[in-house]
T-cell receptor
Framework: GENVEQHPSTLSVQEGDSAVIKCTYS??????FPWYKQELGKRPQLIID?????GEKKDQRIAVTLNKTAKHFSLHITETQPEDSAVYFC??????????FGPGTRLSVLP | DTGVSQNPRHKITKRGQNVTFRCDPI?????LYWYRQTLGQGPEFLTY????????KSRLLSDRFSAERPKGSFSTLEIQRTEQGDSAMYLC?????FGRGYTFGSGTRLTVV
């Protein structure tokens, strides 16, 4: 089955700097890769996603890149703000039905 | 109906008791998923419904766990003879289209004492 790894497990950046979180997956059939943000005590919320036929996708300060050959994808947050502090989860799916999530990255944006 | 609703938000139960959780998905979403999340981990897939049909169950879903979605709308997840290892956040999610991200509910936090 699919296995998703995520690095780093914790990340601290100064406000205004960029943050990058990387994920790798094992199943070459995976073709959909969402990213979720989970604030303390709250539900995971979809922030961006990418399909296998696209190499990069941007939404304001957030971007995701995908390298299908290497089976890895990354989340990039630019001009970080304190409200970006949360746990971020990547996920992979080969059919859009059942997502396999990474273990999460705790991002702290320091003022 | 503005989101996925889960009840109760918190449940404390004694070991060996049965518990049941309810999930009301977004009304036009025909896909419904149950996940379990323990502290410091990502959500782990439990089971998935398309309309009333349960299409997939994880190995994590032991015979003490059962899920239903009898009319293709709300779903229930029952855990029989609860164990301390069942303590977790149980998340429900729904989606409308194939290959789209889920909308998660706020979850039910189960504590087995």
């Amino acid at each position: 089955g699919e296995n998703v790894e995520q690095h780093p497990s914790t990340l601290s950046v100064q406000e205004g700097d960029s943050a990058v979180i990387k994920c790798t997956y094992s199943d070459s059939a995976s073709n959909y890769f969402p990213w979720y943000k989970q604030e303390l005590g709250k539900r995971p919320q979809l922030i961006i996603d990418i399909r296998s036929n696209v190499g990069e996708k941007k939404d304001q300060r957030i971007a995701v890149t995908l390298n299908k050959t290497a089976k890895h994808f990354s989340l990039h947050i630019t001009e970080t703000q304190p409200e970006d502090s949360a746990v971020y989860f990547c996920a992979a799916s080969s059919d859009g039905q059942n997502f396999v999530f990474g273990p999460g990255t705790r991002l702290s944006v320091l003022p | 109906d503005t989101g996925v609703s889960q009840n109760p938000r918190h449940k404390i139960t004694k070991r060996g008791q049965n518990v049941t959780f309810r999930c009301d998905p977004i009304s036009e979403h025909n896909r419904l998923y149950w996940y379990r999340q323990t502290l410091g981990q990502g959500p782990e897939f439990l089971t998935y419904f398309q309309n009333e049909a349960q299409l997939e169950k994880s190995r994590l879903l032991s015979d003490r766990f059962s899920a239903e979605r009898p009319k293709g709308s709300f779903s229930t997840l029952e855990i029989q003879r609860t164990e301390q290892g069942d303590s977790a956040m149980y998340l429900c999610a729904s989606s409308q289209f194939f290959g789209r991200g889920y909308t998660f509910g706020s979850g039910t936090r189960l504590t087995v004492v």
